[in-house]
């Protein structure tokens, strides 16, 4: 079974930072574009930051811009997620999800695989 986990989730004060780390087992990510998504408790899901696999293209979402970096290492297997100045609204489930083809999407329903999530809580 094909199967993402994220991990380097946890407690970290506002202005903090940490970096999560999505890693395939079973199957090579070369091929998909990643997503990183986040659900807040009583809140939707929502897209965070996705990349591409064709050209290492990425987007944010406005709330988190100029704060997080997502990358790629086709090598390790894996995809990063470098969160900087977090904020309490930062706290959520973050999850990623592998799309199958070059490119990554915002929307939640057109990734094929998905982690179990990492948690990360923002707070003094």
């Known amino acids: 079974q094909l199967q993402l986990v994220e991990s380097g989730g946890g407690l970290v004060q506002p202005g903090g930072s940490l970096r999560l780390s999505c890693a395939a087992s079973?199957?090579?990510?070369?091929?998909?574009?990643i997503g990183w998504f986040r659900q807040a408790p009583g809140k939707e899901r929502e897209g965070v930051s996705c990349i591409s696999s064709s050209d290492g293209s990425t987007y944010y979402a406005d709330s988190v811009k100029g704060r997080f970096t997502i990358s790629r290492d086709n090598a390790k297997n894996a995809v990063y997620l470098q969160m900087n100045s977090l904020k309490p609204e930062d706290t959520a489930v973050y999850y990623c999800a592998a799309r199958k083809g070059y490119y990554c999407s915002g929307y939640e329903f057109e990734y094929d695989y998905w982690g179990q999530g990492t948690q990360v809580t923002v707070s003094s």
């Open positions: 079973r199957f090579t990510l070369d091929y998909y574009g």
